[in-house]
């Protein structure tokens, strides 16, 4: 909850933001570096401001999928003040600025390593979920939720099955999404990828633990029939099987 109290003290190089879009993008561009306190003040329209702010911070880390999963808490403050309102977000993170920075830099070079510009996108899917596949096995202690521990310990949980995915997709070209549901009843993530301009489900850590192709390029509805569930609202459809699984 953000209460707003009145105080009278000066501003210290804080950024000011008339209009909520301006804020939307400084705090993305903040949380990206991983900074654990964002601050700037709000001279605009004071009205709903609780309301606003939270939905531009919505607005901010929903803009990439992996972003959007890598905090774990945020609690703001927020002060009136003679500028307009002093604003601080205070950002509990998985993973340090230093960690991500080895994140990007190990998958990068795994990435450079199982993908070449001649294979097609099938294959540059298929090369990294058997990548994955081979590097982890799950954690059935469900210590290892971040890409960083998953990398350091091969061992993950669904987090770090999907995130990692994430971040190599990207790192081949691939369009893709983290999607957050349930399978069978528990608290699950798995990923989307698009192909040929269509988008397949693919589930690789259910590929690692069940069946290596057992999930990988379904439609909506294969998972849906194996007690999958999300807001399908949120997420492009996928209504074909890719017919190349060999």
């Not at 109290?5 to 209009?19: D, G, H, K, R, W």
Request: aromatic letters at 14%; charged letters at 25%; proline letters at 1%.
């Amino acid at each position: 909850m953000v209460q707003i109290l009145t105080m009278s003290i000066p501003v210290y190089a804080y950024e000011v933001f008339s209009n909520w879009n301006d804020a939307e993008k400084y705090i993305y561009e903040n949380m990206i570096n991983r900074e654990d306190k964002i601050k700037f003040v709000f001279k605009g329209d004071k009205d709903n401001f609780v309301l606003n702010l939270k939905s531009s911070l919505k607005e901010a880390y929903s803009q990439d999928d992996y972003l959007e999963r890598s905090w774990t808490q945020i609690k703001p403050e927020a002060y009136n003040i003679n500028e307009g309102i002093e604003t601080t977000l205070n950002i509990k993170y998985l993973c340090s600025k230093e960690q991500e920075n080895y994140i990007d830099k190990e998958l990068m070079n795994i990435t450079d390593d199982i993908i070449n510009d001649d294979m097609s996108d099938f294959d540059k899917v298929k090369a990294i979920n058997n990548y994955i596949i081979n590097r982890y096995e799950y954690d059935y202690d469900l210590k290892s939720v971040s890409v960083y521990s998953s990398l350091t310990t091969s061992k993950a949980v669904c987090q770090g099955y999907s995130m990692t995915a994430y971040k190599m997709f990207n790192n081949a070209g691939i369009e893709n999404r983290i999607v957050i549901g349930t399978a069978r009843g528990i608290s699950h993530s798995w990923n989307m990828v698009k192909i040929d301009e269509k988008w397949y489900q693919i589930d690789i850590t259910n590929n690692d633990s069940e069946n290596i192709n057992k999930y990988f390029l379904v439609n909506d509805q294969f998972l849906i029939d194996n007690a999958y569930m999300w807001d399908r609202n949120m997420y492009p459809s996928c209504d074909e099987k890719y017919s190349k699984i060999n």
